[in-house]
């Protein structure tokens, strides 16, 4: 049973840093794709980032790229998103997904593609 556990989310000053973890079990991390997504109140969910199961490719949107880093570690089947300089329109809940398999760059931030889906963890950035 493929489970995803997103921690690491919490309170923080415009400018601070958080490390969102995603935790994955019943399933080897290292051959998906993970995604990190994020929604805020009365937004639709978008898509933060990405690691491609292939090569460990990056992707950013836009608008993190260069503050937020996206990682893995596959000795302990976990995928982490380290964002700095924080902003408060990053506040959102922060989920992680997984697809087996690799993804075109065009497909990334296509949420329909992800087949497992953590809980996810509230991000609050504010003063």
């Known amino acids: 049973q493929v489970q995803l556990v997103e921690s690491g989310g919490g309170l923080v000053q415009p400018g601070g840093s958080l490390r969102l973890s995603c935790a994955g079990s019943g399933f080897t991390a290292g051959l998906y794709s993970i995604g990190w997504f994020r929604q805020a109140p009365g937004k639709e969910r978008e898509w933060v980032s990405s690691?491609?199961?292939?090569?460990?490719?990056?992707y950013y949107e836009r608008f993190v790229k260069g503050r937020f880093t996206i990682s893995r570690d596959n000795a302990k089947n976990t995928v982490y998103l380290q964002m700095n300089s924080l902003k408060p329109e990053d506040t959102a809940v922060y989920y992680c997904?997984?697809?087996?398999?690799?993804?075109?760059?065009?497909?990334?931030?296509?949420?329909?593609?992800?087949?497992?889906w953590g809980q996810g963890t509230q991000v609050t950035v504010s003063s």
């Open positions: 690691i491609s199961s292939s090569d460990d490719s990056t």
């Open positions: 997904a997984a697809r087996e398999g690799s993804l075109p760059l065009e497909a990334t931030p296509l949420s329909y593609l992800y087949d497992f």
